[in-house]
C-alpha cells in the first residue's frame, strides 16, 4: 500500500515538472532525476549541456567551421525545441527547409548544386566521421554533419583515379560535362590549330564498360589517333608534308623534292586536279604517271604535231606557243608579214581544225562585199604585208573602166572610193554605175546650160576646173575684143542662173557714162570692142 502510494506521488510530481515527453532521440533521458543532464542549474542555456553529448558539433564550433559556429548567440533549444512527443521533429526551420540559406554553412551552392533537396547529398552513405555516429551521439540517417567539401565525397570518379583528385582543376559546379578549367598545356600533349576544336571525347574514348582513357594514350605519331589515307603511299611522318592548321592543305610539301617539279601552270593547280580520288577508293599519289604530258592532258592535235609538246609549248602558259618554236614553214603555208603575229588559235579553231587557206576569202571575209568579183583579187591589190595601204597603182587604175588624167592623178583613192552602206554593213564603193562627172562632182551650174552644152567636157578638162574651152559663138554672141580676154566670172557670176538669160547690150553689162546724151544711138556707133 505504501508503494502505490508513493508511485501516485511519484507521478503527480513528474506530471507537475516535465513540460512533456522528450523526442524519440532524447528518450533515454526521460525522468526527473536525469533533466539536469541537458538542463543545467540556474541556467537557460542548454548549449554547454548539449555539446558534452554531441560531441562532432561540438568539435565544429570550437573550429570555428559550419552553420552552428555562425550561430552561437542563440541558444540551441530555439531551433530543437523538445518535450513535444516523441515523434516531434526536433529541427525548426524558420523559414521553411527550402529557403534554407546554405551560404551560413561555409559552403555556398553553385550550378548544378542548386536546386537539389537537403537530402539528395545529406545521406547516410556520403557522411563521414572520425568516431563512431554513436559515440559522436549523431544519427547517420538524420544527421546534416559528416560531409566533405571534396567531389569525391559525393560524386563518382569516372576517371578512376586517372587524373587529379581536385575536380575543380578541369570541372565546373555550371555544367560537369564542361572542362573550361583543364590547360591542356600542362600536359605533353599541348593543342595547336584544329585539334583544339577537338570534341574531348574524340581522343579520349569511352570503351565499352571502361572510363575514358586519360593516361597511357599514345600520341608521339599521328598514326597513333588517326588513320593513314594514303595507305603507305608515303613512308615519312605526316607533319614532313601537313600541319596541325589544316590537314587537307599539304603546305609543308615541297613538290620540287618529288619526282615531277612544279613549274609554270602546274604551280596554281590543285592537288586533286592531278592526284583524284575515285569514288570508294584512296587518293592516288603513287604511282602516277607523268614522263609525257599525255599522261594528264588530252592531246588537242591528235598526234598530227607528234608526241613531244615541249617542242611549241612551255609551262608558263599552254596556248602561248614560244616564239620560234614551231616552224610553220615546214607546212604547207608559211607565214609572212602581218601573218606571223595571229594567235595559233585565231586559224586553228578549237586547237584542231585546219581551215582551207588555198584563197584569202578562206579565212578573211570580203570586205568590198562582191564589188570585185574575182576571188583571187585579193593579191592584185594587198599583201600580207598588211591590208591597208593597197598595192593597186596608178598605172593599174588606167586599165580600168576610168583612167586616171590630169587633176584626178592627184586626187587620193578615198576621196572617190567613199564610204557606203551595203545592207547592214559599212564598207568603200568601187563599182560605180555610171562614169559620169556628175558622180562625183556636183554641178555649179545646176540647169542653167542643159540646153546649150552636151556635158562637163563641153566646157572643163581634167587638167583644170578653172579653164574653160567653150566656144562662146554658139550663143549668138562671139566674144571679140577684150571680151576675149575676159574670165568667165567676170561676166557669168557663181550664182545659179548667170549662164542663161543676160542681156547682148553694152548696157547690160556696161554703165553708161554719157547720161543718155546719145539716146537711141547704139554704143557701137561710135566704140570698139578691141
Same mark, same amino acid.
Given at each position: 500500500?505504501?508503494?502505490? $502510494?508513493?508511485l501516485?506521488?511519484?507521478?503527480s510530481?513528474?506530471a507537475?515538472?516535465s513540460?512533456?515527453?522528450?523526442?524519440?532521440?532524447?528518450?533515454?533521458l526521460?525522468g526527473?532525476a536525469?533533466?539536469?543532464?541537458?538542463?543545467?542549474?540556474?541556467?537557460?542555456?542548454l548549449?554547454?549541456?548539449?555539446?558534452?553529448?554531441?560531441?562532432?558539433?561540438?568539435e565544429?564550433?570550437?573550429?570555428?567551421?559550419?552553420?552552428?559556429?555562425?550561430?552561437?548567440?542563440?541558444?540551441?533549444?530555439?531551433c530543437?525545441?523538445?518535450?513535444?512527443?516523441?515523434?516531434?521533429?526536433?529541427i525548426?526551420?524558420?523559414?521553411?527547409?527550402?529557403?534554407?540559406?546554405?551560404?551560413?554553412?561555409?559552403?555556398?551552392l553553385?550550378?548544378?548544386?542548386?536546386?537539389?533537396?537537403?537530402?539528395?547529398?545529406?545521406?547516410?552513405?556520403f557522411?563521414q566521421?572520425?568516431?563512431?555516429?554513436?559515440?559522436?551521439a549523431?544519427?547517420?540517417?538524420?544527421?546534416?554533419?559528416?560531409?566533405?567539401?571534396?567531389?569525391?565525397?559525393?560524386?563518382?570518379?569516372v576517371?578512376?583515379?586517372?587524373?587529379?583528385?581536385?575536380?575543380?582543376?578541369?570541372?565546373?559546379?555550371e555544367?560537369?560535362?564542361?572542362?573550361?578549367?583543364?590547360?591542356?598545356?600542362?600536359?605533353?600533349?599541348a593543342?595547336?590549330?584544329?585539334?583544339?576544336?577537338?570534341?574531348c571525347?574524340?581522343?579520349?574514348?569511352?570503351?565499352?564498360?571502361?572510363?575514358?582513357?586519360?593516361?597511357?594514350?599514345?600520341?608521339q605519331r599521328?598514326?597513333?589517333?588517326?588513320?593513314?589515307?594514303?595507305?603507305?603511299?608515303?613512308?615519312?611522318?605526316?607533319?614532313?608534308?601537313?600541319?596541325e592548321?589544316s590537314?587537307?592543305?599539304?603546305?609543308?610539301?615541297?613538290?620540287?623534292?618529288?619526282?615531277?617539279?612544279?613549274?609554270?601552270?602546274?604551280r596554281?593547280?590543285?592537288?586533286?586536279?592531278?592526284?583524284?580520288?575515285?569514288?570508294?577508293?584512296?587518293?592516288?599519289f603513287?604511282?602516277?604517271?607523268?614522263?609525257?604530258?599525255?599522261d594528264?592532258h588530252t592531246d588537242?592535235?591528235?598526234?598530227?604535231?607528234?608526241?613531244?609538246?615541249?617542242?611549241?609549248?612551255?609551262?608558263?602558259?599552254?596556248?602561248?606557243?614560244?616564239k620560234?618554236?614551231?616552224?610553220?614553214?615546214?607546212?604547207?603555208?608559211?607565214?609572212?608579214?602581218?601573218?606571223?603575229?595571229?594567235?595559233?588559235?585565231?586559224?586553228?579553231?578549237?586547237?584542231l581544225?585546219?581551215?582551207?587557206?588555198?584563197?584569202?576569202?578562206?579565212?578573211?571575209?570580203?570586205?568590198?562585199?562582191?564589188q $570585185?568579183r574575182?576571188?583571187?583579187?585579193?593579191?592584185?591589190c594587198?599583201?600580207?604585208?598588211?591590208?591597208?595601204?593597197?598595192?593597186?597603182?596608178?598605172?593599174?587604175?588606167?586599165?580600168?573602166?576610168?583612167p586616171?588624167?590630169?587633176?584626178?592623178?592627184?586626187t587620193?583613192?578615198i576621196?572617190?572610193?567613199?564610204?557606203?552602206?551595203?545592207q547592214?554593213r559599212?564598207t568603200?564603193?568601187?563599182?560605180?554605175?555610171?562614169?559620169?562627172?556628175?558622180?562625183c562632182?556636183?554641178?555649179?551650174?545646176?540647169?542653167?546650160?542643159?540646153?546649150t552644152?552636151?556635158g562637163?567636157?563641153?566646157?572643163h578638162?581634167v587638167?583644170?576646173?578653172s579653164?574653160?574651152?567653150?566656144d562662146?559663138?554658139?550663143?549668138?554672141?562671139?566674144?571679140?575684143?577684150?571680151?576675149?580676154?575676159l574670165?568667165?566670172?567676170?561676166?557669168?557670176?557663181?550664182?545659179?542662173?548667170?549662164?542663161?538669160?543676160l542681156?547682148?547690150l553694152?548696157?547690160d553689162?556696161h554703165?553708161?557714162?554719157?547720161?543718155?546724151?546719145?539716146?537711141?544711138r547704139?554704143c557701137?556707133?561710135?566704140?570698139?570692142q578691141?
Open positions: 500500500m505504501r508503494s502505490v $502510494i508513493f501516485l506521488i511519484n507521478l510530481l513528474w507537475q515538472l513540460p512533456g515527453p522528450l523526442a524519440k532521440a532524447h528518450s533515454n526521460e526527473v536525469k533533466c539536469t543532464t541537458c538542463h543545467p542549474v540556474g541556467s537557460k542555456d548549449a554547454p549541456k548539449c555539446l558534452e553529448c554531441h560531441k562532432a558539433l561540438a565544429r564550433v570550437q573550429a570555428g567551421l559550419g552553420f552552428h559556429a555562425s550561430v552561437t548567440q542563440k541558444t540551441c533549444n530555439e530543437h525545441p523538445d518535450h513535444h512527443g516523441a515523434d516531434f521533429e526536433l525548426y526551420w524558420p523559414e521553411g527547409v527550402a529557403q534554407f540559406d546554405h551560404t551560413l554553412t561555409g559552403w555556398k553553385t550550378g548544378k548544386h542548386q536546386g537539389h533537396t537537403c537530402r539528395d547529398c545529406h545521406q547516410a552513405k557522411t566521421f572520425q568516431g563512431t555516429p554513436e559515440a559522436l549523431v544519427s547517420s540517417a538524420r544527421t546534416f554533419l559528416g560531409l566533405k567539401a571534396d567531389c569525391a565525397a559525393c560524386h563518382e570518379d576517371h578512376k583515379g586517372q587524373l587529379t583528385a581536385n575536380c575543380q582543376e578541369c570541372h565546373v559546379a555544367d560537369w560535362h564542361q572542362v573550361s578549367q583543364f590547360d591542356h598545356e600542362r600536359t605533353q600533349f593543342l595547336k590549330g584544329q585539334h583544339q576544336q577537338v570534341e571525347a574524340k581522343c579520349h574514348q569511352m570503351q565499352a564498360g571502361q572510363p575514358s582513357v586519360f593516361r597511357g594514350l599514345a600520341f599521328c598514326a597513333d589517333c588517326h588513320q593513314d589515307p594514303h595507305q603507305g603511299q608515303f613512308q615519312k611522318d605526316c607533319v614532313s608534308c601537313h600541319d592548321e590537314f587537307k592543305q599539304a603546305r609543308l610539301f615541297n613538290h620540287q623534292t618529288a619526282t615531277f617539279t612544279l613549274t609554270g601552270k602546274h596554281t593547280v590543285e592537288c586533286m586536279a592531278c592526284h583524284p580520288k575515285p569514288s570508294g577508293q584512296i587518293q592516288r603513287k604511282p602516277i604517271a607523268h614522263q609525257k604530258c599525255q594528264c588537242p592535235h591528235r598526234g598530227k604535231l607528234g608526241s613531244s609538246c615541249s617542242e611549241c609549248h612551255a609551262t608558263q602558259s599552254w596556248q602561248a606557243v614560244e620560234g618554236a614551231f616552224d610553220h614553214s615546214a607546212t604547207a603555208f608559211e607565214l609572212k608579214g602581218q601573218h606571223a603575229q595571229v594567235a595559233c588559235a585565231k586559224c586553228h579553231l578549237n586547237g581544225k585546219v581551215q582551207a587557206f588555198g584563197q584569202c576569202l578562206d579565212c578573211h571575209r570580203n570586205e568590198h562585199l562582191g $570585185i574575182d576571188a583571187k583579187a585579193c593579191e592584185a594587198h599583201s600580207e604585208a598588211g591590208f591597208i595601204p593597197a598595192q593597186f597603182s596608178t598605172q593599174r587604175h588606167q586599165e580600168t573602166r576610168f586616171l588624167d590630169g587633176s584626178h592623178l592627184a587620193p583613192c576621196d572617190c572610193h567613199v564610204p557606203v552602206q551595203v547592214t559599212r568603200r564603193q568601187f563599182h560605180f554605175a555610171n562614169l559620169n562627172c556628175t558622180t562632182h556636183t554641178s555649179p551650174h545646176a540647169e542653167s546650160l542643159a540646153e552644152v552636151t562637163c567636157t563641153s566646157c578638162s587638167d583644170s576646173w579653164k574653160s574651152q567653150f562662146h559663138q554658139v550663143t549668138g554672141f562671139g566674144l571679140v575684143g577684150v571680151h576675149s580676154d574670165s568667165c566670172q567676170q561676166c557669168h557670176s557663181q550664182i545659179e542662173g548667170d549662164f542663161k538669160g542681156g547682148r553694152c548696157q553689162c554703165a553708161q557714162p554719157h547720161r543718155d546724151q546719145f539716146s537711141g547704139a557701137l556707133d561710135c566704140h570698139r578691141d
